[in-house]
């Protein structure tokens, strides 16, 4: 069994950054493909980043593209997402996902950021 605990979220303004961390436990975390996800009020959970077991390959929503990018540690069992160029429509709760090799994903608890303007 996975546990992710995410942290880092906040309130900060348009145009500042934040940068969230998502630790891992209780797995193989260089096994897992690592994502970040958002949920706005009201709206569905989107697909924000994602990076390979390696390292090697990332992918962004194209909303996020050029602002936003996404790293891990596996030494450390941590995917982080550095967020830059905040803007209101941000404003979210950020999950992390780990996607293990059989298709297994886990999920944290999320951490709310809140851009204002």
């Known amino acids: 069994q996975v546990q992710l605990v995410e942290s880092g979220g906040g309130l900060v303004q348009a145009g500042g950054s934040l940068r969230l961390s998502c630790a891992a436990s209780?797995?193989?975390?260089?096994?897992?493909?690592m994502g970040w996800f958002r949920q706005a009020p009201g709206k569905g959970r989107e697909f924000v980043a994602g990076?390979?077991?390696?390292?090697?390959?990332?992918s962004y929503a194209d909303s996020v593209k050029g602002r936003f990018a996404i790293s891990r540690d596996n030494a450390k069992n941590t995917v982080y997402l550095q967020m830059n160029s905040l803007k209101p429509e941000d404003t979210a709760v950020y999950y992390c996902?780990?996607?293990?090799?059989?298709?297994?994903?886990?999920w944290g608890q999320g951490t709310q950021v809140t851009v204002s303007s």
């Open positions: 996902k780990a996607t293990m090799p059989s298709g297994v994903g886990y």
């Open positions: 209780g797995g193989t975390f260089s096994n897992s493909f």
């Open positions: 990076i390979s077991r390696s390292g090697g390959s990332s």
